[in-house]
């Protein structure tokens, strides 16, 4: 079964966001040197970033869209 064009659009949208999510946590390394409010700021917005792609992942869930993560 191939997936609607809304389908295609969202899981688009959350293959961006997982992306996202990846690259943000990587930057909670970098922010390790630089003290523990670059480490915070980084840890937050990673963690919305996360957030971000559970929501698309479980809108996509609904729709039946299996996504394995």
């Known amino acids: 079964m191939s997936p609607t064009i809304a389908h295609a659009e969202l899981i688009a ?11 943000k946590f990587g930057l909670i390394q970098a922010a390790a040197n630089k003290g ?7 840890t937050e917005t990673a963690a919305k970033a996360a957030k971000r792609r559970d929501s698309f992942a479980k809108n996509l869930g609904d729709l039946g869209v299996d996504l394995k993560y």
């Open 13 to 23: 949208t959350f293959k961006r966001a997982e992306a996202d999510a990846a690259h």
């Open 36 to 42: 523990p409010k670059a480490i915070q700021a980084a």
